[in-house]
Every structure is written in structure tokens, then in C-alpha cells.
């Protein structure tokens, strides 16, 4: 039983010099990473006004900074390995690199293509901050883009984030990029209206909401859908989307108020949905035919 309690002594005294020894260099290590860590926020707070201020898309310049930022982390943690005496990790983590490269690639293969998509969106830039843009079937306002995914705000308040690779593999619409937005919306009028003068009282009607631009991208009146009632007029108009002060759910408002008072007030009959019953009865009462 002496021996068994020596023995045990033997490994605890054994462990406890080895902690003593380890001690001083984790603490090292330790400061080490949180200098690093204070050097990289330095560094990050000035670089980040600095792109962008220089740069002319806010998507990069964040994109760019996250990439600064990793890549400190990536060295200070190896750093930190290497102080702390566990180099042969860190050298392990650089040497087999290319030999795991493949096993951990295709682990990893979804997250790798997102990031690369990532990075080809951030230097292609296809949109930008506060673009209206349909990703993956989802409409919306880009809010950021990240190293993975790319955040939108969907126009019913939702945060939707979609995976970088899906945005790259798949077509998407981008419907503000060169600032200009289309909307329109359809107007019936009654079967033998004068299309050509109601066409006139909608321009002229738009060309004063605040809000439509005129011009080269100036209001235009085409004929929808003729039924044997009601022909129904479609109305385009173009918004400026670098405008922040002009609101498209408003402007739509104020330009439809503005068409049905004005047709109204020329005289125009703007029906309802109509249906059409006829129904023929012989001289007994009886009926003969019902159609509808």
C-alpha cells in the first residue's frame, strides 16, 4: 500500500512540474493573443473608414475588412500555439495541409463554395447596399454580405439570408442597380372608351406626382387586356432609387389617386367587375333559355 501511495505521489509530482514549467509560457501566451487581439481591433477600426471612404461600394470594403480580420485571427492563434509549446500542432496545421486538403475540402465542400462565392460577389459586385433584389426566389433590400451568405431585408420585415453558392450558381434580378425602378398597376374602363384621350389624362396626371420621373424615362399607357366589357389600361412609370426621399408605395399612392381622379373628372366610367345576366321566357312564363 506504501508503494501504491508513492507511486501516486511520484505522478503528481511529476504533473505538478510540468504545470509549473507550462504556466509561464500559457500566461505568455496568453498576453501574447490579447496584444495581437487589441493590435487587430487597431488596425480593423482604422482600415474600415479607410475602404470606405475610398471605396465606392460599402459590400466590398466590409467584405475586405472581415477578411483582414480572420486572417489576424488565423495568425495570432497559431502564434499562440507556437508560444505555448505546442508548435508541432501549428507546424502539423501548416505541413499537412495539402495532405488533408482534400479529405477536409470535400468535408467542407458546401462552406468553401459559399465563401469563394463570397469573395467573387465582393469584387464582382453585382449589387450593392439598399438594392432591391430578387435572390433565390427571395425579394427583398440587400442589408449586408457576408463571407457565407448574403442578408436581405424581405419587404414583409424578414431577414433572410441565402447561401452565397446559390446566388452564383442560379439567375437573380437585380431591379435597382442602375437606380432606376419600374412600377405599374391597371386601370378598366368601359368598352368603347376613347383609349387615346384617357391614355392623355393618365400622363398628363402622372407628370405631376412628386416622384415620377419624366423625360427619357417619361409615363406610358398600353392596353392590357380587352374583355367584352371592360378594357383594361396598363400604366408604367419609372422611379430614381438614389433618391432616399421618395418612397415607391407612396409615389404608387399618389399616382394611382391621381389617375382615377382624373379620368373621373373627364368623364370616363371606371366599371366593376360586371356580370351579364340574361334571361328569355316564352309568353306561358316558362323559361326558355338562361345564360350567364
Same mark, same amino acid.
Given at each position: 500500500m506504501d508503494q501504491f501511495f508513492a507511486d501516486v505521489w511520484s505522478y503528481f509530482e511529476n504533473y505538478y512540474d510540468q504545470l509549473v514549467a507550462f504556466f509561464p509560457k500559457l500566461?505568455?501566451?496568453?498576453?501574447?493573443?490579447?496584444?495581437?487581439?487589441?493590435?487587430?481591433?487597431?488596425?480593423?477600426?482604422?482600415?474600415?473608414?479607410?475602404?470606405?471612404?475610398k471605396m465606392d461600394d460599402p459590400l466590398l470594403a466590409r467584405f475586405l475588412v472581415r477578411i483582414v480580420k480572420v486572417t489576424f485571427f488565423i495568425i495570432g492563434f497559431l502564434l499562440f500555439l507556437h508560444i505555448i509549446g505546442f508548435s508541432g500542432i501549428a507546424a502539423g496545421i501548416l505541413g499537412t495541409a495539402g495532405v488533408s486538403a482534400f479529405v477536409i475540402g470535400f468535408a467542407l465542400k458546401d462552406i468553401f463554395e459559399h465563401f469563394l462565392a463570397g469573395f467573387l460577389l465582393a469584387f464582382n459586385r453585382p449589387f450593392r447596399i439598399g438594392d432591391i433584389v430578387e435572390l433565390?426566389?427571395?425579394?427583398?433590400?440587400?442589408?449586408?454580405?457576408?463571407?457565407?451568405?448574403?442578408?436581405?431585408?424581405?419587404?414583409?420585415?424578414? &431577414?433572410?439570408?441565402?447561401?452565397?453558392?446559390?446566388?452564383?450558381?442560379?439567375?437573380?434580378?437585380?431591379?435597382?442597380? &442602375?437606380?432606376?425602378?419600374?412600377?405599374?398597376? &391597371?386601370?378598366?374602363?368601359?368598352?368603347?372608351? &376613347?383609349?387615346?384621350?384617357?391614355?392623355?389624362?393618365?400622363?398628363?396626371?402622372?407628370?405631376?406626382?412628386?416622384?415620377?420621373?419624366?423625360?427619357?424615362?417619361?409615363?406610358?399607357?398600353?392596353?392590357?387586356?380587352?374583355g367584352s366589357q371592360v378594357v383594361k389600361l396598363a400604366v408604367y412609370y419609372w422611379l430614381d432609387t438614389f433618391d432616399k426621399e421618395i418612397s415607391g408605395a407612396k409615389v404608387k399612392i399618389a399616382a394611382v389617386n391621381t389617375v382615377l381622379e382624373g379620368l373621373q373628372s373627364e368623364g370616363f366610367y371606371l366599371p366593376g367587375d360586371v356580370i351579364e345576366i340574361k334571361n328569355e321566357k316564352t309568353f306561358d312564363g316558362s323559361t326558355k333559355k338562361l345564360e350567364a
Open positions: 500566461m505568455i501566451g496568453i498576453i501574447v493573443l490579447l496584444v495581437f487581439r487589441a493590435i487587430s481591433g487597431f488596425v480593423l477600426r482604422k482600415l474600415r473608414p479607410l475602404l470606405q471612404e433565390d426566389g427571395n425579394e427583398g433590400t440587400v442589408v449586408a454580405l457576408n463571407m457565407r451568405n448574403t442578408h436581405i431585408k424581405s419587404f414583409n420585415g424578414q &431577414d433572410v439570408y441565402i447561401p452565397n453558392g446559390n446566388i452564383i450558381k442560379n439567375a437573380f434580378r437585380n431591379y435597382t442597380i &442602375d437606380g432606376f425602378l419600374r412600377q405599374d398597376f &391597371d386601370v378598366g374602363l368601359e368598352f368603347g372608351a &376613347d383609349l387615346e384621350r384617357a391614355s392623355e389624362v393618365i400622363i398628363q396626371g402622372l407628370q405631376t406626382v412628386n416622384g415620377v420621373l419624366q423625360e427619357e424615362k417619361a409615363p406610358f399607357v398600353n392596353v392590357a387586356s380587352v
